[in-house]
């Protein structure tokens, strides 16, 4: 009998490295162990064994790991905590996140024309909006949230104290709609895309500087942008099938070397896994791509992903094993990238009109985006598809765009009502 436990553990440590292997981009040296160590089930790409040694190692510098340690993860009853969905490796429990129902207005901040994007740092601290009228808007975080709870008497006294604004810049650089903006990974740097066709640069650790310090021109209208999660590459989608890859300390512009690999309109979204390893992109043509991101070769197509309708957003899961996309065709899908087939449909929102963004919330427990219907935010439980109870925007104008906050729980909805919605559940 023990005997058979060994047997069973080893195969199972060697579905962790093939598993890790897959992961990592090295799909030849894991269907040669594969096949050397005779292993024909299903290993998919998975980051456990990286979560299992980490947790191994900084048990052992603790001064906790037993005498005759057993790492866990190794067994089929054990269960590594998990960041997010895995529907191969399930927690029992997936914690009590709320779904879009729970989330109050916290604050509203308003342009001069449509708002039209939106984005959060990494730390889920600062938030910036772009808006038809060019200007691009920076809060902070705490202090929307401050101004909610604030008292009333104090907030009316504070009201004018630029100290507690909860906008804590401005900046105006651009000559038309602001359609992309994106926080550096790490540094104090936000970089905006417009319909001007230009890329701008801008440090926002100084309170004065209202201007870019660097411009990229390019030649169409920007359409969404991505970071590498160093923070020394950024990709640029437009109006053009091509993707640009830029080097953020050079601005070098680097392309795809085989122009079969591009897609044939233009390309709505580009977006890096949270690893730096692969990246994906959305078209007007209807495909997903998925792409290398040392060597920015294509490594899967899905055609026709949504019926061949315009595919207008994906977004990577924490661990690089699934994408959510949403088209014109008003449904959202969950692909499993290992086999390139979507595990999950989410239905029930209009969204045919307007390119919008699905997008996970922080903890991936629900899938969220704006309904057209009646200007509502829509929310699904990302494990069963089952819909959840709508959010009452209060927006009187179609939302066009929404981001979750990656931190906590906190989102932006960007409206043509002028305004950007700070929604925040407190206590999450």
């Not at 902070?140 to 009333?152: E, Y």
């Not at 804590?168 to 651009?174: G, S």
Request: net charge neutral; aromatic share 8%; glycine share 6%.
């Amino acid at each position: 009998m023990k005997m058979e436990e060994a047997v069973k553990e080893r195969e199972n440590l060697y579905k962790l490295i093939i598993s890790q292997l897959r992961y990592d981009g090295c799909e030849a040296i894991a269907a040669s162990l594969a096949k050397t160590t005779n292993i024909i089930s299903p290993c998919p790409p998975s980051a456990r064994l990286h979560q299992v040694v980490n947790l191994g190692l900084r048990a052992e510098a603790e001064g906790s790991r037993p005498e005759n340690p057993q790492l866990p993860g190794l067994t089929s009853n054990t269960k590594v905590p998990a960041k997010g969905i895995d529907l191969e490796y399930e927690p029992d429990d997936h914690g009590t996140t709320p779904p879009a129902a729970m989330y109050e207005t916290y604050y509203v901040t308003a342009h001069k024309a449509p708002c039209r994007t939106a984005a959060f740092s990494a730390s889920g601290r600062l938030v910036a909006t772009g808006s038809v009228d060019a200007s691009i808007k920076v809060l902070d975080v705490d202090r929307m949230v401050a101004k909610n709870t604030m008292p009333q008497t104090h907030d009316q006294g504070q009201g004018m104290n630029l100290e507690n604004h909860p906008v804590i810049r401005t900046l105006y650089d651009h000559q038309e709609e602001v359609t992309a903006v994106e926080f550096h990974p790490s540094a104090s740097v936000l970089v905006s895309g417009s319909k001007d066709c230009t890329i701008k640069l801008f440090d926002i650790s100084k309170p004065s500087v209202k201007k870019a310090y660097r411009a990229i021109q390019e030649a169409e209208v920007i359409n969404s942008m991505s970071f590498h999660p160093c923070g020394d590459f950024i990709l640029v989608s437009t109006e053009h099938p091509t993707i640009r890859l830029y080097d953020i300390n050079t601005f070098q512009c680097f392309v795809s070397a085989n122009p079969r690999e591009f897609h044939t309109a233009p390309v709505t979204m580009v977006k890096y896994a949270p690893t730096g390893n692969l990246y994906a992109s959305s078209s007007v043509d209807g495909s997903i791509k998925v792409w290398d991101g040392v060597s920015n070769k294509c490594v899967a197509t899905f055609p026709q992903a949504h019926k061949g309708a315009e595919v207008y957003t994906v977004q990577f899961s924490h661990n690089s094993k699934y994408l959510i996309s949403c088209g014109k065709d008003n449904i959202v899908f969950l692909w499993e990238l290992s086999t390139g087939r979507a595990v999950n449909m989410y239905t029930g929102a209009a969204m045919s009109n307007y390119r919008t963004q699905a997008v996970f919330n922080h903890t991936e427990d629900f899938i969220l985006v704006a309904d057209e219907k009646n200007k509502s935010i829509s929310c699904w439980n990302t494990r069963t598809t089952e819909k959840q109870k709508s959010l009452i925007s209060g927006h009187n104008n179609h939302i066009r765009h929404l981001v979750h906050s990656p931190a906590g729980a906190a989102f932006i909805s960007c409206s043509d009502d002028f305004r950007a919605r700070f929604w925040y559940c407190e206590g999450v």
